[in-house]
């Protein structure tokens, strides 16, 4: 009787520690699928929340190579500053504005740069 009621009580606790177990790898596996909703969503907010790209970011954006964004980016030419792509300008630093890059696409849509 005595070994009995030690079987079962073996069992019993057999059956707690894989219920625990299951318990425990579900949370997790909850818990890592919320975080990466949440990367998901602060990446989507942050490229929204920027509306001036530096020309690393401007090259990125437009999938071109650094010989492609020279032949558009802004450069002085007798003390004036020609450009083929809208800017600002602080300091020494050239900034792009995202709206009016997509409008210049839409605009230069066709074109071809020397």
Same mark, same amino acid.
């Given at each position: 009787?005595?070994q009995?009621?030690?079987n079962?009580?073996?069992?019993?606790?057999?059956?707690?520690?894989?219920?625990?177990?299951?318990?425990?790898?579900?949370?997790?596996q909850?818990s890592?699928s919320?975080?990466?909703?949440?990367?998901?969503?602060?990446?989507?907010?942050?490229?929204?929340?920027? &509306? #001036?790209? !530096?020309s690393?970011?401007? =090259?990125?954006?437009?999938?071109?190579?650094? /010989? &492609? #964004?020279? !032949?558009?980016?802004?450069? =002085?030419?007798?003390?004036v500053?020609?450009s /083929?792509?809208?800017y600002?300008?602080m300091?020494?630093?050239y900034?792009?504005?995202?709206k009016?890059?997509?409008?210049?696409?839409e605009?230069?849509?066709?074109?071809?740069?020397?």
């Open positions: 009787m005595k009995l009621s030690t079962i009580s073996l069992i019993i606790l057999a059956l707690c520690i894989l219920a625990g177990a299951w318990m425990i790898s579900n949370a997790i909850t890592d919320q975080n990466a909703d949440e990367q998901v969503t602060v990446n989507m907010n942050s490229t929204e929340e920027h &509306q #001036l790209m !530096s690393t970011e401007l =090259k990125d954006y437009l999938g071109i190579t650094d /010989e &492609q #964004l020279e !032949s558009i980016y802004p450069r =002085k030419q007798d003390d500053v020609i /083929e792509i809208p600002i300008k300091g020494y630093e900034y792009f504005p995202v009016a890059i997509d409008r210049w696409l605009e230069t849509e066709g074109k071809s740069f020397q």
